[in-house]
């Protein structure tokens, strides 16, 4: 069965250092996001993309973020100055074109530690 | 805005008894409602989804659940726990006709007792 795999699946970072969390959503699927997870907390969304840029993003999601699609497989997450409240799970995900009401399909997430 | 409750932080049930996960949910436009589950340490799972039509749906595991448009509720159950159910149970909502960012729930922690 078709998987998003993600990259690392933990990562220790001091603060203030540039992250960059790595994903490989299913291969058919143009819709992909990244929410995160702080520790005992809900699942937040931070951005969707499509078509190459950002179609939605939410009010974590501030200048210290950003993603791209460097190469038509991977979607990358990056960090540019971490912060201790940045430390949390990060999950990817991604959805069929036109299934605008299907599922997510996510990653098993890549933890970030920031000291 | 749209948004998702769990009130309740934990749900206890002895292995073979039903259970009930709760969810409301509130959205302007039609609600599309899904479930997922989280088990320790891995990634977020579907286990199914309401979009239209019969308002009791059925998904993986032997889940279902069943959507209430005048109590906008969507609660999970299953008729007979496992203790293997143990996990983190999220009710997420999507207004229908978005660009497909799901809000989810805070989760309910499911432990299933033998």
């Known amino acids: 069965e078709p998987e998003v795999t993600q990259t690392p699946s933990h990562q220790v970072t001091q603060m203030g250092q540039e992250v960059i969390l790595r994903c490989v959503p299913i291969?058919?699927?143009?819709?992909f996001y990244w929410y995160r997870q702080i520790l005992g907390q809900k699942v937040e969304f931070l951005v969707s993309f499509y078509n190459n840029e950002i179609s939605e993003k939410s009010e974590i999601f501030d200048d210290q973020f950003s993603v791209e699609r460097p190469d038509g497989s991977n979607f990358t997450l990056k960090i540019r100055s971490t912060k201790l409240e940045d430390s949390a799970m990060y999950f990817c995900?991604?959805?069929?074109?036109?299934?605008?009401?299907?599922?997510?399909?996510f990653g098993e997430g890549s933890r970030l530690t920031v000291l | 805005a749209q948004s998702v409750a769990q009130p309740e932080d934990q749900v206890n049930v002895a292995e073979g008894n039903p259970l009930t996960v709760k969810c409301t949910y509130s959205?302007?436009?039609?609600?599309?409602l899904f479930w997922y589950v989280q088990y320790p340490n891995r990634g977020l799972q579907f286990l199914l989804k309401?979009?239209?039509?019969?308002?009791l749906v059925k998904g993986s595991y032997g889940f279902e659940a069943e959507f209430n448009k005048s109590q906008t509720s969507f609660h999970l159950k299953k008729p007979s726990a496992l203790v293997s159910d143990s996990a983190l149970y999220f009710c997420a909502v999507r207004e229908g006709g978005s660009q497909g960012n799901l809000i989810f729930g805070k989760g309910t922690k499911l432990s299933v007792k033998p």
């Open positions: 309401y979009i239209t039509g019969d308002n």
């Open positions: 995900a991604s959805s069929e074109r036109l299934r605008k009401r299907g599922e997510l399909f």
């Open positions: 959205v302007s436009g039609n609600p599309y």
């Open positions: 291969s058919n699927h143009l819709y």
